[in-house]
């Protein structure tokens, strides 16, 4: 685990989701931003869709190649399946497609009739009972391989300045992006020559 040192800036709001429009910035729902405010660059018009979770950029992330970082976020449930597990990888039976990472590794993984039966998750594969201590070492460190790995995806985050971040999701308040908005303090200091400082624990 480890202590959040990101600053960011409440009165902004960037708010995203994988089928956010490609609305002008400060337009999109939910979104605020105060008269006259700046940003580092201008950023295009699909920025949101790339800060989605969803969103298909290959990078690596401890020795495997994965397509997103939502198949990262449901594997590392399994991470003790280690054959459960690869199936989320980039390769395997549910790489590149975010949707069926999303199916599998969620709560009703195993009853899903979105999935054919041979691609549901097994019954008796069971979460990691600590992934919730362990989930956003995991996550800040997947973010940060996905955007070391894409410069034009990290212009982006970094060109989202000190906005606050939200994901959008129906129905309920929208969720605060603090392990993206630490990978975007990070990659920020990494680009002055000064690597941000980050209390960490033990995993």
């Known amino acids: 685990m480890f202590s959040f040192t990101a600053a960011y800036d409440s009165d902004t709001v960037i708010q995203f989701y994988s089928k956010s429009k490609d609305a002008p910035l400060g337009k999109g729902a939910g ?10 660059t201008t950023l295009p018009a699909n920025f949101r869709k790339c800060l989605s979770d969803m969103h298909v950029a290959p990078f690596y992330f401890r020795g495997d190649a994965w397509s997103s970082i939502e198949h990262v976020y449901h594997a590392t449930k399994f991470i003790h399946e280690p054959d459960f597990y690869a199936k989320f990888t980039r390769h395997g039976a549910y790489g590149t497609d975010p949707r069926m990472a999303k199916l599998s590794g969620g709560k009703n993984g195993c009853k899903t009739k979105s999935l054919p039966r041979e691609l549901r998750r097994p019954e008796h594969i069971k979460m990691d009972t600590n992934w919730h201590i362990k989930r956003n070492v995991y996550l800040l460190e997947a973010q940060l391989a996905k955007f070391r790995a894409h410069g034009e995806l990290r212009k982006i985050l970094l060109g989202t300045g000190d906005a606050q971040l939200n994901h959008f999701v129906r129905g309920r308040p929208p969720v605060v992006c603090h392990v993206l908005m630490q990978a975007r303090h990070e990659l920020r200091a990494e680009a002055s020559g000064s690597p941000a400082k980050r209390r960490r624990l033990a995993e």
């Open 31 to 40: 979104e605020k931003l105060p008269p006259g405010k700046a940003f580092p």
